[in-house]
């Protein structure tokens, strides 16, 4: 079965700093893997997603993450934190058939200290 | 393009009381449907998911239900709520290819006092 770990529940940066959230899966196989944001009170917006292409993928808001492989990751960066960046942050990651439902990590909020 | 909706945004319901969310997608067919729920400071708990009308699937045995009346309507019922179902209800769709993710509604944040 899948899972997915998201190391740190909560992780707090100055404005301008560097963003590193964590995510590790665990797969038999290279899955497809995806990075959601949520805003208070409001649904969760895709940032970004792995699918097999380039291992270095690039999302919205100037997020993004690398697929390792041999370190089973997939973190998210951002070079240079905005207030506007704070929300939660969940990794999922889903099989190649699509037959099961993505899995979810727990989530990271994530805080921006001015 | 598609889009999804769900009502209402807020919910305030006492113990006892029924429920009824609903969730409906717009231009597409046949999505893959699902219904997360959010509790205060926990992560997503997937309910229920559906392929098509008629089936559901459910991953929580829980007082909730759900039901797919119609190809694009997805909702989400109780005969009757508890404390416990307090949280944040959130609507998905997806065609069903995994490399595509899921869309999710705004959410519903039901209150049950």
């Known amino acids: 079965a899948q899972s997915v770990t998201q190391l740190g529940s909560h992780v707090s940066v100055s404005e301008g700093a560097l963003v590193l959230l964590r995510c590790n899966y665990s797969?038999?196989?290279?899955?497809?893997l995806f990075w959601y944001v949520q805003y208070p009170n409001q649904g969760l917006q895709l940032l970004l997603k792995?699918?097999?292409?380039?291992?270095l993928v690039k999302g919205i808001n100037g997020f993004e993450a690398e697929f390792k492989k041999s370190e089973t990751s997939f973190h998210l960066t951002k070079p240079s934190a905005h207030m506007s960046d704070a929300a939660e942050y969940f990794c999922?990651?889903?099989?190649?058939?699509?037959?099961?439902?993505?899995?979810f990590g727990k989530g990271t909020r994530l805080s921006v200290i001015a | 393009s598609q889009t999804i909706h769900q009502w209402p945004a807020t919910l305030v319901q006492p113990v006892g009381s029924p429920l009824s969310l609903e969730c409906t997608v717009e231009?597409?067919?046949?999505?893959?449907l699902y219904w997360y729920r959010q509790a205060a400071g926990r992560g997503l708990q997937l309910l229920f998911y559906?392929?098509?009308?008629?089936?559901i699937s459910s991953e929580v045995p829980q007082n909730l239900s759900a039901s797919r009346p119609q190809d694009r309507q997805f909702i989400l019922s109780s005969k009757k709520l508890l404390l416990s179902d307090s949280g944040f209800y959130l609507c998905?769709?997806?065609?069903?290819?995994?490399?595509?993710?899921?869309?999710f509604g705004s959410g519903t944040r039901l209150t049950v006092v």
């Open positions: 559906s392929v098509g009308i008629g089936q």
């Open positions: 231009g597409t067919s046949n999505p893959n």
């Open positions: 797969s038999s196989v290279p899955p497809y």
């Open positions: 999922a990651v889903s099989d190649l058939s699509g037959n099961t439902p993505l899995v």
């Open positions: 792995y699918t097999s292409a380039a291992t």
């Open positions: 998905a769709w997806t065609w069903g290819q995994p490399e595509g993710g899921y869309t």
